[in-house]
């Protein structure tokens, strides 16, 4: 399963409302739509300074601007699908711990399984 990455900087906390996750971390990434279908990609995870703050399901609309390739998604507090919810409690029983992630790009996408194996101990 792909979930998709997103590293921000902005005052976000865990805990925060998902209507804040949506207007700080829906906003426009430069990610090409087919990386999130391809996957496809379920889940979104949000790291503030390697800590994980959040985890979503990904709405199913994406809109992106083909004169900025900026891509704006929708964060879900859940899922159709049982089984991405089973992985979203997983992440969220891991809020607040700390992932050994480096990537250069701020929104990026990753296997599940490759992601967990970068948590910190």
């Known amino acids: 399963m792909k979930i998709l990455i997103i590293k921000t900087t902005t005052n976000l906390l865990a805990g925060n409302s998902i ?3 949506n207007a700080e ?7 090409r739509p087919e990386r999130l279908y391809k996957g496809p990609v379920s889940i979104v995870v949000v790291l503030k300074d390697k800590i994980l703050i959040g ?11 083909i004169a900025t390739c900026r891509t704006t ?12 919810n089973k ?20 929104a990026t996408t990753k296997n599940f399984d490759d992601f967990i194996n970068t948590l910190e101990d």
């Open 19 to 21: 209507d804040k996750f």
């Open 25 to 31: 971390v829906g906003a426009s990434w430069k990610i």
């Open 55 to 65: 985890a979503f399901a990904l709405g199913d609309e994406i809109h992106h601007n």
């Open 73 to 84: 998604i929708t964060l879900l507090d859940q899922s159709k699908n049982p089984a991405v």
């Open 87 to 106: 992985k979203i409690a997983e992440l969220r029983n891991l809020i607040h711990c700390k992932f050994d992630y480096r990537a250069i790009n701020p």
